[in-house]
T-cell receptor
């Protein structure tokens, strides 16, 4: 099956710092989503980004489908950004079933 | 409509008991998914409905698990004869044809 790997697995930042999270996938995908999982377990949608670049406030994402990777940028990090970030991909022909990556655990400190 | 709703949020059960979880998707979404997430891992796909039809089941879904979506609206996931290995977060998601999936808050199951 498809492999979805995220890096780094863990990241500690001071408040105000910038970071880049990476998602590599091993096969062609129809769609890609980035999620933030909060401490209560809820998955919050960040981006639905099968290709191209999107921005939402301090966050932006870029997916290069032909090279099979996506990047999530967090600028001016805040303590509320702490949590686990997942990318998830939809394989062609899998009716939107998502395969999740391994996750990046982010801790933002004061 | 405020999003995907799951009940209960937490469930503690004794080994061997049956449990049932409910998911109410976003009203205009015809696709509904169940995922399971264990500690330190990403969610894993369990099963998928399009309207009332269950179209795909993961091999993770043993014979003790059954899911239904009567009338293509809410869905239930039942686990019979629970085992300690069933302890996990059970997540429900829904999507429309555009395919962006939205998740509920999850049901955290603890089997003691």
């Amino acid at each position: 099956g498809i492999q979805v790997e995220q890096s780094p697995p863990d990241l500690i930042l001071q408040e105000g710092a910038n970071s880049t999270l990476r998602c590599n996938f091993s096969d062609s995908v129809n769609n890609l989503q980035w999620f933030h999982q909060n401490p209560w377990g809820q998955l919050i949608n960040l981006f639905y980004i099968p290709s191209g670049t999107k921005q939402n406030g301090r966050l932006s994402a870029t997916t290069v489908a032909t090279e099979r990777y996506s990047l999530l940028y967090i600028s001016s990090s805040q303590t509320t950004d702490s949590g686990v970030y997942f990318c998830a991909v939809e394989l062609d022909g899998t009716a939107s079933k998502l395969t999740f990556g391994t996750g990046t655990r982010l801790q933002v400190t004061l | 409509d405020t999003g995907v709703s799951q009940n209960p949020r937490h469930k503690i059960t004794k080994r061997g008991q049956n449990v049932t979880f409910r998911c109410d998707p976003i009203s205009e979404h015809n696709r509904l998914y169940w995922y399971r997430q264990t500690l330190g891992q990403g969610p894993e796909f369990l099963t998928y409905f399009q309207n009332e039809a269950q179209l795909e089941k993961s091999r993770l879904l043993s014979d003790r698990f059954s899911a239904e979506r009567p009338k293509g609206s809410f869905s239930t996931l039942e686990i019979q004869r629970t085992e300690q290995g069933d302890s996990a977060m059970y997540l429900c998601a829904s999507s429309a044809r555009t395919a962006e999936a939205f998740f509920g808050q999850g049901t955290r199951l603890t089997v003691v």
